[in-house]
């Protein structure tokens, strides 16, 4: 008997709970020779401006202990050359298409939401309110529960999509802002960005990221990743997508077992492009291990 | 993707050679081109490394791709204890290489930046276009393939930090005084390949600049995909920013801004 991996995250109806996170694959084409892409639960495309956006200068990226820094500044090729060159193949490959997206100030956000509202092929939106990187909006709405909820609910009035909205984890009770996105409608939460961090190249003793800070993700976070998501399921019903450091199949089943209805792989995909096909195999074979017939029935089965 | 390793053998102190079984479904390596490997399983280095591909020949229809580094960390310290029958973890060929269409092409390596460039040669011996070679390094150690360019058909040119091989000096400085014997005509058909350090690079544009010849370089900044995913490892060009996994590594001097580090 094969078990079932259907999640459901509010509206949104996904064949299995394993996405790929935004910002590590690209606009999901660019995974197309490591694997279907359709066969994913979603891809997350790279957050998305109104406008192209060049990112911030170099160096943008540096290695550390079982992690990475990054000061990417959320570079993409804007709303308009998405949706012409991009979204028609992805459509045409039959993926589930999640719309990462982030404005300067509110009134982007209300924008973007709008005009990607009823776009064919567009699935669900994920709201990015916690980059670090980039000093108008972002990290200033996303650390504030009363801006989480005023962004939130202009986005929410402005489109009917599935509404994801990605955390951050650089504030001291994420159970505030999550509520505060829960309560202006947000249909789900990923949880979590990156932690903001900084590393010295002690010989010049500069920055290593040209920024001087910037966001730590891979393995290194999963702990603090795998806490969050547990805080949030003890105080909320809002179906929660676990993200951060997940390398294995071991590691995704740790999130859906602390509470989250599905996962995003982020990191690792630029050391292993296809490792979401050993995450989605293991975490079937686990359920056949475990006797389990549904994925849900592991969602928040932690023996506490 | 797993290749089997066919051979290892060491050059000098700090530097190796491994050649590879090249699978026939992958895509033959162009010179330029780039690989990302990795040695070891879990998070400890999390990225594979990249590493410009050294040489690729065909052994009795069989192709066969060679890598040359240098030990400066983990990943290139596992890759030189590996023996001939070990299996290495490689994804690639990567990037955009060498355009070869000048009269004659001149390599100017940097130490290990000998990597890709050696390639260049090989092709160029096949189509029998002129090439000349300059490598610079710290010391005679850093100097490697000397003999097999020249076998290659290379007038081979050595310049040391320490002279103990070829002249003292920067590798740059041969580059300028050979460019400055050259007639106007030569020298509008020479085309410089660069591969070294970033201050090496630099004196190469430079040099290029003030001698109005042509030059191509390969870069190398921190990659941690090599695929076009995490968009770290940009470079700054007068247009704005370039990836050096995609638009490079290997790029036209004139679009690179020097300035920057």
């Given at each position: 008997m094969t078990p079932d991996l259907k999640v459901g995250i509010g509206a949104l109806e996904l064949p299995n709970p394993v996405m790929l996170a935004s910002g590590t694959c690209g606009y999901g084409l660019e995974m197309i020779p490591h694997g279907d892409i359709a066969a994913l639960g979603a891809v997350v495309v790279k957050g998305l401006s109104l406008r192209p956006s060049p990112g911030n200068p170099p160096p943008r990226i540096v290695e550390t202990p079982s992690g990475m820094l990054n000061s990417i500044g959320l570079e993409n090729i804007g709303l308009d050359a998405f949706l012409a060159d991009k979204l028609p193949k992805l459509r045409r490959l039959g993926a589930r298409v999640i719309v990462n997206f982030y404005g300067g100030c509110r009134d982007d956000y209300r924008e973007l939401a709008a005009r990607l509202d009823g776009v064919e092929g567009v699935h669900a939106l994920e709201m990015n309110i916690s980059c670090p990187n980039v000093e108008r909006g972002g990290v200033l709405i996303g650390q504030e529960p009363e801006e989480v909820h005023k962004a939130v609910a202009a986005v929410r009035g402005a489109t009917r999509l599935p509404l994801l909205v990605k955390l951050t984890p650089n504030v001291t009770d994420i159970r505030l802002t999550a509520r505060a996105a829960a309560e202006a409608g947000a249909d789900a939460l990923t949880l979590i960005n990156t932690l903001q961090g900084m590393a010295v190249d002690v010989e010049s003793r500069r920055p290593a990221l040209a920024r001087i800070v910037g966001g730590l993700s891979g393995p290194a976070i999963r702990p603090v990743a795998v806490r969050m998501v547990w805080q949030v399921r003890q105080a909320l019903a809002i179906p929660i997508i676990g993200c951060g450091g997940i390398w294995t199949a071991r590691d995704a089943l740790e999130f859906l077992i602390a509470g989250a209805t599905a996962v995003q792989l982020g990191t690792v995909n630029f050391t292993h492009p296809d490792r979401w096909v050993d995450v989605l195999a293991g975490i079937e074979a686990y359920l056949l291990r475990h006797k389990l017939e549904r994925v849900t029935d592991l969602i928040g089965a932690l023996e506490a | 993707?797993?290749?089997?390793?066919?051979?290892?053998?060491?050059?000098?102190?700090?530097?190796?050679?491994?050649?590879?079984?090249?699978?026939?479904?992958?895509?033959?390596?162009?010179?330029?081109?780039?690989?990302?490997?990795?040695?070891?399983?879990?998070?400890?280095?999390?990225?594979?490394?990249?590493?410009?591909?050294?040489?690729?020949?065909?052994?009795?229809?069989?192709?066969?791709?060679?890598?040359?580094?240098?030990?400066?960390?983990?990943?290139?310290?596992?890759?030189?204890?590996?023996?001939?029958?070990?299996?290495?973890?490689?994804?690639?060929?990567?990037?955009?290489?060498?355009?070869?269409?000048?009269?004659?092409?001149?390599?100017?390596?940097?130490?290990?930046?000998?990597?890709?460039?050696?390639?260049?040669?090989?092709?160029?011996?096949?189509?029998?276009?002129?090439?000349?070679?300059?490598?610079?390094?710290?010391?005679?150690?850093?100097?490697?393939?000397?003999?097999?360019?020249?076998?290659?058909?290379?007038?081979?040119?050595?310049?040391?930090?320490?002279?103990?091989?070829?002249?003292?000096?920067?590798?740059?400085?041969?580059?300028?005084?050979?460019?400055?014997?050259?007639?106007?005509?030569?020298?509008?058909?020479?085309?410089?390949?660069?591969?070294?350090?970033?201050?090496?690079?630099?004196?190469?544009?430079?040099?290029?600049?003030?001698?109005?010849?042509?030059?191509?370089?390969?870069?190398?900044?921190?990659?941690?995909?090599?695929?076009?995913?995490?968009?770290?490892?940009?470079?700054?060009s007068p247009g704005g920013y370039r990836l050096a996994c995609q638009h490079g590594p290997v790029f036209n001097v004139h679009d690179l801004s020097w300035g920057a580090r």
């Open positions: - | 993707m797993l290749l089997t390793i066919r051979a290892a053998r060491r050059l000098t102190e700090d530097f190796h050679l491994l050649e590879l079984d090249w699978p026939a479904g992958m895509a033959e390596p162009l010179p330029g081109q780039f690989v990302m490997v990795r040695t070891r399983e879990g998070t400890d280095p999390l990225w594979r490394r990249p590493l410009g591909v050294h040489d690729v020949r065909h052994v009795k229809g069989a192709v066969v791709v060679s890598l040359l580094f240098q030990v400066v960390g983990p990943t290139t310290r596992d890759l030189s204890g590996l023996a001939p029958g070990a299996a290495l973890d490689l994804l690639g060929p990567h990037g955009r290489g060498f355009k070869l269409d000048a009269a004659e092409h001149w390599l100017v390596s940097g130490g290990r930046g000998i990597a890709p460039l050696f390639y260049v040669a090989r092709i160029l011996n096949r189509t029998g276009a002129p090439c000349r070679a300059f490598l610079g390094g710290r010391t005679a150690g850093h100097i490697l393939r000397e003999r097999d360019l020249a076998r290659l058909g290379c007038r081979v040119e050595v310049a040391t930090d320490d002279g103990s091989r070829g002249r003292r000096g920067l590798v740059t400085d041969l580059l300028d005084r050979a460019l400055a014997r050259l007639s106007a005509r030569r020298r509008a058909g020479v085309m410089l390949l660069g591969c070294g350090p970033h201050g090496m690079l630099k004196a190469v544009a430079a040099v290029a600049a003030a001698k109005g010849v042509a030059a191509q370089v390969s870069v190398d900044p921190l990659m941690a995909c090599g695929r076009g995913l995490c968009l770290g490892c940009t470079v700054q």
